[in-house]
């Protein structure tokens, strides 16, 4: 059974730093792709950062500069920090692994940036 288990969410005031961790079990993340997903109170789902096996990023054009998607393989876990935080970054993050035909999620973690 695959599971991702997210943590290092919290209350962070502007400008503050967090970082975010996504430990995988059942499942080895070194070939895949991961990814940080968030979701705002009223809004959709968004990808925030995306790192292929071969250690492509994507990033949301909001986020650039102020966030960095990491992996360790050897560690099976995906790493999201970030700095520079804004209120408009407050939301539930999620850990995705994108697996062999079916996606994987974690269980989310809330990131509140008070101004």
């Known amino acids: 059974q695959v599971q991702l288990v997210e943590s290092g969410g919290g209350l962070v005031q502007a400008g503050g730093s967090l970082t975010l961790s996504c430990v995988a079990s059942?499942?080895?993340?070194?070939?895949?792709?991961v990814g940080w997903y968030r979701q705002a109170p009223g809004k959709q789902r968004e990808l925030v950062a995306e790192?292929?096996?071969?250690?492509?990023?994507y990033y949301l054009e909001s986020v650039k500069g102020r966030f960095t998607i990491s992996r360790d393989n050897d560690k099976n876990t995906v790493y999201l920090q970030m700095a520079n935080l804004k209120p408009e970054d407050t939301a539930v993050y999620y850990c995705?692994?994108?697996?062999?035909?079916?996606?994987?999620w974690g269980q989310g973690t809330q990131v509140t940036v008070s101004s």
């Open positions: 995705k692994v994108v697996g062999w035909g079916t996606d994987h």
């Open positions: 059942g499942i080895v993340i070194r070939p895949l792709i």
């Open positions: 790192a292929t096996s071969g250690r492509r990023t």
